[in-house]
């Protein structure tokens, strides 16, 4: 594997205008533009992947009947979530419409798609409408695993919540971290991989002690996490010791198992190995898979689903694409960056089978920042490209230990502009 250094890395991922978007089309969307196009496409699922796969692929054919089934008319990105709980940025702040893919031509229905007829080419929503297509994308995110932990499930998240899909539950997270009091204990479960955003978990740690840290001095937050590594974990267990040292304590899964039972009542969890913890606030991140929306129309193989890795395209199911975090795809993070780069080359696929035009080679990007504390954040990011089986990293780069606090700085600024050219992107702003 080769790396890339920190010059490459920004003209590839960073640098402001051109942050995180580097597109898997070889030539410009402006320039696919021209010729004809037919053929009906619903996207199911409105976030990182299916939005930008509506903008991308309006960009590359204004013929394409285009329909985006979405149930929540405002959008709420799980990425900087994490923001939010320390009190970095506003829940306003995550929030989007589609405002923009409409005045495109997109569709935007908001209901849910109950039913999936992949030979008669339909998809049933419930509120009993049916749409045909031509070509199906699937991109509907994760779903909790409640039944994995003993004693957990969608009320119990509503006394221990995860938040791991944002709205209410981020929220509600955030609600109860406000009203703990001060020598409170905070928990967080963390689960085994695969999981959506590998270091979401550990800034969020970071960034509740940052809060606590200034707010709630006399509170603790433990971290029982199922693995005993994990990504960036130098960068972080650096900052864990110099800005929230005997504020944060992580005990990895080799020492306990992991989390496998709460007891709501008693505001507590167990671990594996019979240790019994209690907490003030308890943040259960459960294991994940694809919605069930993918499983009926049979594309998952066990709780992920596996994908041609040239395209996207289910190898389950003619006719359907699935991205974004319900796709295996391996060495690709499950993340905002590796959607929005996957739905670049879906909609560059699905308008080459529509139209006849040409399939250019895919060039898939990922990047991360993870923010430590206030203007000190960190990044790591990746190129890969189409195998014959997987999705191939080739080129890879990480943040340092010991790192300059300009260029932490920096990271940070940069990661404020990526936010906001991908949210571009997929709600087709300005």
């Known amino acids: 594997m080769a790396e890339i250094d920190r010059r490459s890395f920004n003209r590839l991922l960073g640098g402001a205008a051109a942050l995180g978007l580097a597109s898997g089309v070889v030539q410009s969307p402006a320039v696919l533009a021209k ?253 994940q898979r694809a919605p069930s929306i993918v499983a009926r129309a049979g594309c998952a193989l066990g709780d992920w689903c596996p994908i041609i890795p040239d395209s996207f395209a289910s190898r389950q199911v003619k006719d359907v694409f699935v991205l974004g975090d319900s796709a295996t795809a391996r060495n690709m993070p499950k993340s905002a960056s590796s959607a929005n780069s996957q739905a670049q080359i879906v909609a560059n696929a699905i308008a080459a089978q529509l139209t006849g035009r040409k399939m250019f080679p895919p060039r898939y990007r990922s990047a991360c920042w993870s923010l430590l504390a206030a203007n000190n954040a960190i990044k790591a990011g990746a190129s890969y490209t189409a195998g014959k089986e997987v999705v191939e990293q080739k080129t890879s780069f990480i943040s340092d230990v010991k790192e300059d606090k300009g260029i932490r700085a920096e990271n940070f600024k940069h990661a404020l502009n990526w936010y906001d050219t991908i949210t571009s992107d997929m709600f087709a702003k300005g």
């Not at 929220?171 to 959506?196: A, E, F, T």
């Not at 507590?268 to 190995?273: A, C, E, F, K």
């Open 35 to 287: 010729g004809k196009s037919k053929g009906r496409v619903v996207i199911i699922g409105g976030g990182a992947g299916g939005a930008s796969v509506a903008h991308q692929l309006r960009k590359v054919s204004k013929g394409i009947e285009i329909t985006l089934v979405e149930p929540n008319p405002i959008y709420t990105s799980c990425f900087f979530s994490n923001h939010y709980l320390g009190g970095f940025r506003s829940m306003r702040s995550l929030q989007h419409n589609y405002d923009g893919l409409k005045k495109l031509g997109v569709k935007i229905i908001h209901d849910t798609a109950l039913d999936i007829d992949t030979q008669n080419k339909l998809v049933t929503l419930k509120g009993e409408t049916r749409l045909s297509y031509d070509k199906l994308v699937l991109s509907p995110g994760i779903e909790m695993k409640y039944e994995a932990i003993e004693g957990y499930s969608p009320a119990v998240a509503k006394v221990m919540p995860h938040a791991w899909i944002a709205g209410d539950q981020t929220r509600l997270l955030h609600r109860r971290l406000l009203d703990m009091k001060d020598g409170g204990v905070v928990v967080i479960s963390v689960p085994g991989n695969p999981y959506r955003c590998p270091p979401a978990p550990y800034e969020r740690a970071t960034l509740i002690a940052h809060y606590l840290k200034y707010h709630k001095p006399a509170s603790k937050l433990i971290i029982l996490d199922t693995k005993s590594l994990f990504p960036q974990m130098a960068l972080f267990e650096e900052v864990w010791a110099s800005e929230y040292k005997g504020l944060l304590e992580w005990i990895p899964g080799d020492k306990h198992g992991g989390v496998n039972k709460v007891i709501a009542n008693e505001m507590s969890v167990v671990t594996r190995n019979g240790d019994r913890v209690k907490g003030d606030l308890i943040n259960i991140i459960p294991p």
